[in-house]
């Protein structure tokens, strides 16, 4: 059965950037199928797609975060990552990690974790 | 972006209840639409995808349907595990954006 479990700060200060890594047990980031991919949810912003990647390395950004947002993988680790720099108090979210179907829907999801920005 | 407008933002309901939300496309994205329901504190779980088609283990009292730029859940004959909130998502194009969500309470 396909897990995902995201790790990583629950706290970050204004202005620093954020690392969050997803970890999948029960199937594998190099599948060919797959994209891999962080959503965050906010009471303000509501679900928000912040971006994919695909075991190659290609990457997916929404455009509005695209000039903060790196996504990459490992494919040794089965892990692919987040990073998401110069965080304000509006980054503050659950972030979700999740498994895309190639129709672009996310089937299977990380429980996700809570990243509260404050100084 | 596309904008993805769900009505209502709430609605009551009984146990054994008919409800149908609403999710509507500020452009036509064809049938590239999930719907999913999300518990308080857990994770959002697809229901629904190309506006059809129902995911494995989902009990077939839930439904989608439409195409375009209009879309409809509905689910017949609520039972308690049913409350909660409805999402919708747009898988037309990039970014991949959500409805603000309905949720779905206890009459």
């Known amino acids: 059965q396909l897990q995902l479990q995201e790790s990583g700060p629950g706290l970050v200060k204004p202005s620093e950037t954020l690392s969050l890594t997803c970890t999948v047990s029960?199937?594998?980031?190099?599948?060919?199928?797959?994209?891999w991919g962080w959503i965050r949810q906010s009471p303000g912003r509501g679900l928000e797609w912040i971006g994919a990647?695909?075991?190659?390395?290609?990457?997916y950004y929404n455009p509005s975060l695209k000039s903060r947002v790196t996504i990459s993988i490992d494919t040794s680790k089965n892990q692919f990552s987040l990073n998401l720099s110069s965080m304000t108090a509006a980054d503050t979210a659950v972030y979700y990690c999740?498994?895309?179907?190639?129709?672009?829907?996310?089937?299977?999801w990380g429980q996700g974790t809570l990243v509260t920005v404050s100084s | 972006d596309i904008q993805m407008t769900q009505s209502p933002s709430s609605v009551s309901a009984s146990v054994g209840d008919r409800v149908t939300i609403t999710c509507r496309a500020s452009?036509?994205?064809?049938?590239?639409l999930a719907w999913y329901q999300q518990k308080p504190g857990k994770a959002p779980k697809l229901l629904i995808s190309?506006?059809?088609s129902l995911q494995g283990g989902v009990p077939s009292r839930f439904s989608g349907s439409g195409s375009g730029t209009d879309f409809t859940l509905t689910i017949s004959g609520l039972q308690p595990e049913d409350f909660a909130t409805y999402y919708c998502?747009?898988?037309?194009?990039?970014?991949?954006?959500f409805g603000r969500g309905t949720k779905l309470e206890i009459k």
């Open positions: 452009q036509d994205i064809s049938r590239w």
């Open positions: 998502q747009q898988a037309s194009s990039f970014p991949h954006t």
């Open positions: 990647i695909y075991y190659s390395g290609n990457t």
């Open positions: 999740a498994r895309r179907q190639p129709g672009n829907w996310f089937d299977t």
């Open positions: 029960g199937g594998s980031v190099s599948s060919s199928e797959y994209y």
């Open positions: 190309a506006a059809s």
